[in-house]
């Protein structure tokens, strides 16, 4: 086992990582930015190095500046969290050409995953389902009108390199589809610096579904079932939660045989998600995460299982501390992400914390480096706490989350926690009955 893990990351996510290295006896190494330099994870770890001024790309994205880091405190590992580095395959080879082990899967796993094209033929080949579409790259008009008339309108244009929702228009007819491919490559090569873009089908009413995988370097891979994480804003995720309300056992078991199957046979070491589309009964592969998923303590709640130390136990060289036999669902979970913005505009709302009460009870956590007197940068993602309940069934884990956010007390700066209370009035979320374009609806018409 590793002696200390550098953390390459901030905020909640590297509290996360610290309080899973502490628990299995392994050291810690904070990096910070200066603007971070008080910032909880930077006063638990046991030893901190600033890297930079704020500006992520001076300081989380300075790779140069992380390597100094790890070699001047002797770290062994690095954790890249989610975000930043976390899917960077160049990050992952400068680590292990330096004798470090990066806390992840393989760069050439990271690279294929990467690129949306290729992941869709590679796990087409493993014999997981996706999305009908272009076999590849769309180079011209014309082959992109003829894909278009083959799979049917409408069609969602797609950089190969994207994410967070941009590089992305959905064509409703023909006449549109020219002037999409133009905007997509656009924002595509200014966004990702790569103009490849490709076309699938655009799926009407789909939730999105993903499974949790972990595989280690002994050929072993298990799945820990699937999350619901439909209820989306400009594709950007709001709330998830596990089991999903419209996935019953023989599915989960049968779907996540598969992903865990394919992953298994692609020699796959470390967490992994693999995202679906699901509509009609049937689901279609959109991508694969190569890294710790923001939401992955609803899977930690209903499973018991340390996502994040498993991560630091295979990338160790040891097996899995489970087989698929000893994976058991109890309840359900639900996570809300509390971010400092307006929950009526979304703008950001960075400043300092004067007040923090964060709730408690039976069976309630909250991810959070937050504190009262800290002081939340302009600088980083709006994100400050994530609160996950769990209970016995889907309307138990309501009620216990409507009352812990009535118990949540975040003063001095705005935050979302009014959106998630009147999602708990609104009978659609409550039955369940919601897909990935219902809170684009919502917040249009009831949301506070």
């Known amino acids: 086992m590793f002696e200390k893990v550098l953390i390459a990351n901030r905020g909640e996510i590297a509290l996360r990582i610290h309080r899973a290295c502490h628990e299995m006896g392994v050291k810690t190494i904070a990096v910070h930015s200066t603007a971070d330099a008080d910032a909880m994870h930077v006063r638990l770890a046991d030893e901190s190095v600033c890297i930079g001024p704020p500006a992520a790309k001076d300081s989380y994205l300075n790779i140069p500046a992380i390597m100094a880091a790890a070699e001047i405190t002797g770290a062994d590992a690095i954790h890249p969290g989610y975000g930043f580095l976390s899917e960077n395959a160049r990050f992952a080879e400068i680590v292990a050409e330096h004798g470090l082990t990066f806390i992840g899967p393989s760069a050439d796993h990271i690279r294929m995953m990467g690129d949306k094209i290729t992941a869709k033929d590679t796990v087409q ?50 006449g549109d589809l020219s002037a999409a491919l133009t905007a997509c490559r656009q924002e595509a090569e200014a966004a990702f610096g790569d103009g490849a873009v490709y076309i699938e089908k655009f799926l009407g009413r789909p939730r999105h579904i993903e499974f949790q995988i972990i595989g280690d370097s002994h050929g072993n891979c298990i799945h820990l079932g699937e999350r619901d994480c439909s209820l989306q804003r400009r594709h950007q ?22 992903v865990a199957k394919a992953m298994a046979d692609f020699g796959y070491v470390g967490a992994g998600t693999i ?12 991508e694969m995460n190569t890294r710790l998923q923001v939401e992955h303590p609803v899977t930690e709640m209903i499973t018991g299982i340390d996502i994040v130390r498993e991560q630091i136990r295979v990338a160790s060289g040891r097996k899995l501390s489970y087989t698929q036999e000893m994976v058991r669902f109890l309840g359900h979970a639900i996570e809300c992400r509390i971010n400092a913005e307006d929950p009526k505009t979304f703008m950001p709302s960075p400043g300092r914390v004067t007040q923090y009460h964060p709730p408690g009870g039976l069976n309630v956590r909250c991810d959070s480096a937050a504190y009262a007197g800290y002081t939340i940068p302009p600088y980083y993602d709006s994100m400050i706490a994530k609160l996950i309940v769990v209970g016995y069934t889907r309307d138990g884990c309501l009620l216990r989350l409507r009352r812990s956010l009535e118990e949540y007390v975040i003063d001095g700066v705005t935050t979302t926690i009014p959106l998630h209370q009147s999602l708990m009035d609104n009978d659609d979320f409550k039955t369940g009955a919601y897909d990935i374009h219902w809170l684009e609806k919502f917040l249009a018409s009831e949301a506070p």
Not at 129 to 144: R, W
């Open 125 to 174: 080949k493993l014999g997981i389902p996706v999305v009908p579409g272009s076999p590849g790259g769309i180079t011209d008009d014309g082959e992109a009108t003829r894909v278009a008339d083959e799979i049917g309108y409408p069609v969602i244009v797609k950089a190969a390199a994207g994410g967070g929702g941009r590089g992305m228009k959905v064509v409703h007819e023909a």
């Open 237 to 258: 995720k709001v709330l998830e939660e596990a089991p999903s309300p419209v996935i019953d056992d023989e599915t989960r078991s049968r779907m996540g045989g598969i």
């Open 275 to 286: 995202e679906f589309l699901y509509e009609d009964g049937e689901f279609y592969f959109i």
